[in-house]
């Protein structure tokens, strides 16, 4: 197995679900505006995989895919891309762009998923990020992005994950590692590295992540402060007798902390 060819595969297999995901950004959106999102934005993209799928969800939906990064956008060029028809590629816009000042046309929905604007370690870099978006949405239009914390994020430990590709594929671990957490700056490094099951063989460091863990009230604050008229708080739930997350989202004012939490904050543009 060839790295470079196979560890976008690997990722995806591990921490996104984009057909389900794009369902649940648009439910974000119709609670907040009673209307479908159809002009969407995908920032920090990578393999554009969630605009894929969005573009498949409803024959009016557009996207633009943004990322800096070639290897992830040739990945999904060769094997995203070609899932589309011939008309749904024309819906899709894959740009090589730096979200901090890249200009697209206005669309009703951004997001930045799987953390990645945690890469923007200063109030200078997040808010120039924030005001982008702010000016490339319609009014209704919504940011959104994902949030962890919990104290279990804020030390070092490591997770694994048994992940099968299907029926006759390859299985193996996924493995994130969080290397530290400094708690005067809030900055933090993380890993991926995956176990294959049919072999001893372990590729570590497949994806490292140099990072500052922003805080929802640093957040909130922040995209209030370049315009945005409102914030909401989507929480996840947890299990029957368990602290694991269940996967539903609700709006939430208030919460109790728990050790390891994931939240979606979504900026109104009203």
Not at 80 to 95: D, G, P, T
Not at 219 to 246: A, C, P
Request: charged fraction near 30%; include cysteine.
């Amino acid at each position: 197995m060839r790295r470079a060819l196979n560890k976008y595969l690997l990722y995806e297999a591990s921490v996104t679900d984009p057909k389900d995901d794009v369902k649940l950004f648009n439910r974000f959106y119709r609670l907040a505006f009673l209307k479908d999102a159809h002009l969407y934005r995908e920032d920090f993209c990578g393999t554009f995989a969630h605009s894929v799928e969005w573009i498949k969800l409803h024959p009016q939906n557009k996207s633009y895919s943004l990322d800096l990064s070639k290897e992830p956008l040739n990945y999904g060029i060769k094997n995203h891309l070609i899932r589309l028809s011939q008309e749904e590629k024309k819906r899709l816009s894959i740009r090589r762009q730096n979200v901090l000042h890249a200009r697209t046309p206005k669309v009703d929905l951004i997001t930045s998923m799987n953390f990645s604007y945690s890469c923007l370690k200063t109030k200078a870099e997040l808010k120039k990020y924030f005001q982008n978006a702010f000016r490339s949405l319609h009014k209704k239009g919504m940011l959104l992005i994902d949030v962890m914390g919990g104290s279990e994020v804020q030390a070092p430990n490591i997770e694994r994950t048994k992940i099968s590709l299907g029926r006759g594929k390859p299985k193996f671990t996924y493995i994130w590692e969080q290397k530290n957490f400094d708690a005067i700056n809030h900055e933090a490094r993380f890993a991926i590295h995956f176990q294959m099951a049919d072999s001893k063989r372990k590729l570590k460091n497949v994806f490292t992540y140099d990072w500052r863990l922003w805080s929802l009230p640093e957040l909130q604050d922040l995209m209030k402060e370049v315009g945005f008229d409102d914030v909401h708080i989507y929480w996840e739930g947890t299990r029957r007798n368990s602290e694991e997350g269940n996967g539903v989202f609700t709006r939430k004012k208030s919460v109790a902390d728990c050790e390891v939490w994931i939240a979606y904050i979504a900026g109104i543009k009203a």
